[in-house]
């Protein structure tokens, strides 16, 4: 087989690129990492007209000089010179907002890399009535262009001839002169000297390079001082130059532009109808609560019933397993350990997909855009911006895959606050334990009205949550500093059907991902807090037993109310019993006593083991219908914990759990995410503090 050639899918973000290339590839695609970033990296190899193809779908970026995350992965993979470069970029632009477009494009011509053109949505300009005279513009810019729609698959057969003639005549290059952009003389000055420290032929690689020679990785440290020495004594005006560069690419393009377009209609009437309302201050505002309100129902209702296969399944499989296996610690540290550990993960999957479903289809619809603008100016007041409404809205479901959302986020300050604040928001794996506390707070069936008053005491946790973190963000923003300026760049897309297929492929991605992440961390904590909870000192554990049996033998307690006494026993004489033991000093004054700190400690990792502890410290014993298990186990607790508690209690560990981290998979991904410890640690010191302090006054005005 002959070398695949490199072939990159470029262009603004929302052009276009990730539709075409699953167009191109359908299911053969590799998610991977740029190296030392987080920014998934898709490629699959592909073959047209007997070609080998190694395509990438690149991060949007509207420049070379952009700051997201995104825009810096672009900019290293078209600077690098340790990566290889794409052998051929083909440049996906929206044809209906062409000149937001052609910045990058000139960019990334100028650096001698053969492009192909592909205007996509050309659909949607047909119905606005919008003309590109395609043969003038390839002529002017001397490049290959061809009408695609990545939605109707118009134009792809096309795009792919172009794509294989392109590789047969490499190193073919369209992209030679530098037409668009005149270098000043210090910039010259600059290039020439960064061509020969680095080894470039390339002039604008160079200018460039020593444009960002500060975080690229390809470059030693000898050669970054070496640049920023020159860069001083030339008096290189990085940003300045920045600004000039781009203001005169648009002076040459927007001319051209200005030939080859031409506008017959009148742009699409029904978005400018519907945005009319959904971009008002006020309906819009209604509308985007009265969208979520209706979210969360739907979710609920669909939910619920794979949700009860995913519990039965594990209760299936624990059965299996205790039936198989004679009783061992192996056998133990499977069914507490493993089994169970994985299926307090795995049963938030439905509620996640369904929330993804309903996230990806606001986001495919166009909608998604407009609650971004809609809401900027009320976030940015909060130190937040539009973008993180979309992960404080995923937060609902997950705080992981919300977390990595933030991506797109390009002002580094306000990426750091959403990263913070999203846990604060009420995860799925919250709900557990807010339905078995309100249930200790107020009687299920009391009503207020129509309304259950329960439903409302967790709603009134939600708020509570989302109240928390505006809060924390306000805070954030007084204590960070950043010079960094805020600006949205966002276009309106006009409304569209989704395409399930990219739908689908969005909600396959997030799952994954969270599958991925908080399984393997969950695993290996849960193994850890079952060593806790089945081990103690020396002989310990065989006296607790014993006890449990003798108590059991004065009561006449049948089998497996003396397995339930022996579990209880044991978990107390256990080193988790005694860290619970040990801290009850400290969560005396929320109302909390030693067996509550064993189950803040054990739900530490994750908070939903809150219910399987308290069950365990309570001698409920072992539920046998696999199929209702969770529902009888969290009934009983819920009584038990009704006996003991007192509403103020009650109502001090209900807040408690709102604000409170507890979970160990957030830590770890706020880690990659931010690259370093010190903000995962914060978070989590200044989340928990934070729950402390509200308990606290909880209960203490309560009690
Ligand atoms: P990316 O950010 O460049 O990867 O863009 P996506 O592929 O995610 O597409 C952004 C949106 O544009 C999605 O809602 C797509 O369904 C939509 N879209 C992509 N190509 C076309 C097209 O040719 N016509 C129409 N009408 N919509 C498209
Ligand atoms: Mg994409």
Not at 74 to 81: D, E, F, G, M, N
Not at 403 to 427: A, G, H, Q
Not at 637 to 645: A, D, G, T
Request: proline content about 3%; overall charge neutral; charged content about 20%.
């Amino acid at each position: 087989m002959s070398k695949a050639f490199k072939v990159a899918l470029m262009g603004n973000p929302n052009s276009g690129k990730s539709s075409l290339f699953n167009q191109l590839t359908g299911l053969r695609q590799k998610i991977g990492n740029y190296p030392g970033v987080t920014v998934d990296k898709k490629t699959a190899n592909i073959v047209i007209n007997d070609t080998n193809i190694e395509l990438t779908d690149l991060p949007g970026a509207y420049s070379l000089y952009g700051t997201s995350q995104d825009e810096k992965i672009v900019a290293k993979v078209l600077t690098s010179h340790t990566e290889e470069l794409p052998d051929l970029v083909v440049y996906v632009a929206d044809c209906n907002f062409l000149e937001k477009q052609m910045l990058l494009l000139t960019q990334i011509r100028d650096l001698s890399i053969p492009i192909i053109l592909a205007l996509n949505m050309s659909d949607l300009a047909e119905q606005n009535g919008l003309q590109i005279n395609g043969k003038a513009l390839a002529k002017k810019m001397a490049l290959p262009i061809t009408n695609i729609s990545a939605r109707t698959n118009q134009g792809i057969a096309e795009l792919k001839k172009e794509i294989s003639q392109a590789l047969a005549n490499l190193p073919a290059n369209n992209g030679k002169s530098t037409v668009f952009y005149a270098f000043s003389d210090i910039e010259k000055r600059v290039a020439e000297k960064i061509k020969t420290v680095v080894g470039l032929d390339n002039d604008y690689r160079a200018l460039l390079t020593a444009h960002h020679h500060s975080w690229l990785a390809a470059l030693s440290n000898e050669q970054k001082k070496e640049i920023e020495d020159f860069n001083q004594a030339t008096n290189f005006d990085s940003t300045g130059m920045q600004i000039r560069e781009t203001m005169q690419r648009y002076d040459r393009f927007t001319p051209i532009l200005k030939q080859v377009i031409s506008q017959t209609g009148s742009g699409n009437a029904l978005t400018r109808r519907l945005d009319a309302i959904l971009t008002n201050r006020f309906w819009g505002v209604l509308i985007f609560f009265a969208l979520l309100f209706l979210m969360f129902q739907s979710i609920s209702v669909l939910a619920a019933y794979p949700m009860d296969w995913v519990e039965a399944g594990f209760a299936f499989a624990a059965d299996l397993v205790d039936g198989a296996m004679p009783d061992s610690w192996i056998k133990s540290l499977l069914i507490h350990g493993v089994i169970e550990g994985l299926g307090s993960v795995l049963v938030f999957i439905p509620q996640i997909a369904v929330l993804f479903l309903l996230l990806a289809l606001l986001e495919e619809s166009g909608y998604m855009a407009r609650a971004v603008y809609l809401f900027d100016d009320v976030m940015q007041r909060f130190g937040l911006n539009g973008r993180s409404m979309v992960a404080l809205i995923s937060g609902v479901a997950c705080a992981i895959p919300a977390i990595m959302s933030t991506r797109t986020i390009s002002n580094w300050k306000e990426r750091l606050i959403t990263i913070l604040v999203t846990p604060f928001m009420s995860c799925s794996a919250r709900v557990p334990v807010y339905l078995i506390l309100a249930g200790v707070l107020v009687s299920p069936d009391a009503r207020w009205g129509l309304f259950y008053v329960q439903s409302m005491v967790v709603m009134g946790m939600y708020l509570l949550g989302t109240a928390g973190a505006l809060a924390a963000a306000w805070v954030f923003k007084k204590i960070l500093r950043s010079n960094e300026t805020s600006f949205l760049m966002l276009e309106l897309p006009d409304y569209r059907m989704p395409v399930a297929r990219n739908v689908v492929l969005t909600v396959w991605e997030k799952v994954k991902t969270f599958v991925v992440e908080a399984g393997k961390i969950i695993l290996v904590l849960s193994v850890i807090l079952w060593l806790l909870a089945s081990y103690s000192f020396p002989g310990q554990m065989a006296e607790a037993e014993q006890r449990a049996v003798t108590t059991a033998q004065e009561q006449q307690l049948d089998d497996e109310g003396t397995e339930a006494l022996i579990a209880a026993n044991r978990i107390e004489a256990s080193f988790a019993g005694k860290l619970g033991k040990a801290i009850e000093p400290a969560i005396e004054p929320l109302g909390f006593d030693w067996k509550i700190g064993i189950a803040l400690l054990t739900s530490f990792a994750a908070r939903e083991v809150f219910v399987s502890s308290m069950g365990t410290i309570y001698a409920l014993g072992e539920v046998e219908e696999p199929q209702a298990r969770e529902e009888v186990k969290r009934s009983r607790v819920h009584q038990r914990l009704k006996n003991e508690y007192s509403f103020a209690t009650a109502l001090s560990l209900l807040i408690f759990y709102v604000f409170a981290m507890q979970c160990m998979s957030t830590v770890a991904v706020v880690k990659r995410e931010t690259n370093s410890w010190k903000w995962p640690l914060i978070q989590l010191f200044f989340m928990t503090g934070f729950a402390y302090l509200a308990s606290l006054i909880t209960y203490q005005i309560l009690k």
